[in-house]
């Protein structure tokens, strides 16, 4: 039968500019969050993680933000580059399992 | 370098042909993992394994068989693939059970195409 593609949210944003890219994660006892890229045709990449007794944590160019009363991860790049262009998705552990999201797709305009 | 290699990297298959996925990682990790990504499901857990033999469904195991006689190999077998495991498959590792501040390795993905 004939299948439909589905559409992941995209962000585009230009070079340069900061993204923001969204996650709402399903379970308050989650006590572990990761974000990845997975770039076209390779594997996710793990980017940046946030335990649940934290708020904020801070990488290279990224910053999680992590809100438990409204269950809401974000992932800011600064000075976005046209290298960050790929998917994102954040994964939440739950006893001990990651539960991935779907992503979000990044495309960066030079 | 540190990594975690699967192969083969594309196949196609028809119906009811037995398959087999290798997964190696060169990291000495005890953690490793099959996922299957398909649209708009995100990255499914097929089978885990914490060590050396010792082995573990995960969230949709029907189908898939694993084994791990050793620490750096779990291969993914498909004793008798159907169309509805046409997907793209990712082997990962890591080095404490998955936990915190270890961080999973990837491997490059598989895409299976079952006829």
């Known amino acids: 039968g004939e299948s439909v593609g589905l559409h992941l949210p995209t962000l585009s944003v230009q070079e340069g500019d900061n993204s923001i890219i969204n996650c709402a994660y399903s379970?308050?006892?989650?006590?572990?969050f990761i974000w990845y890229k997975q770039e076209s045709g390779k594997g996710p990449q793990f980017i940046i993680d946030?335990?649940?007794?934290?708020d904020k944590r801070q990488g290279q160019r990224v910053t999680v933000l992590l809100n438990k009363t409204v269950k809401h991860l974000s992932l800011q790049i600064a000075a976005t580059q046209p290298g960050d262009s790929a998917v994102y998705f954040c994964?939440?552990?739950?006893?001990?399992?990651?539960?991935f999201g779907q992503g979000t797709e990044l495309s960066v305009k030079p | 370098e540190a990594q975690v290699t699967q192969n083969p990297r594309y196949l196609i298959t028809v119906t009811g042909k037995k398959l087999t996925v290798t997964c190696s990682q060169n990291?000495?990790?005890?953690?490793m993992s099959w996922y299957r990504q398909d649209p708009g499901l995100g990255l499914r857990q097929i089978y885990y394994?914490?060590?050396?033999?010792?082995?573990d469904k995960g969230d949709v195991p029907e189908g898939y068989k694993v084994s791990r006689k050793e620490k750096r190999n779990f291969p993914l077998i498909l004793e008798s693939p159907s169309p509805n495991q046409t997907s793209l498959y990712f082997c990962?590792?890591?080095?404490?059970?998955?936990?915190?501040?270890?961080?999973?390795?990837f491997g490059p993905g598989t895409r299976l195409l079952v006829l």
């Open positions: 990962a590792s890591s080095g404490t059970g998955g936990g915190w501040q270890e961080t999973q390795y």
């Open positions: 379970n308050s006892a989650s006590d572990y």
């Open positions: 946030i335990r649940s007794n934290m």
């Open positions: 994964a939440e552990r739950l006893r001990g399992k990651l539960i």
């Open positions: 990291m000495n990790h005890e953690y």
């Open positions: 394994s914490m060590n050396v033999e010792v082995t």
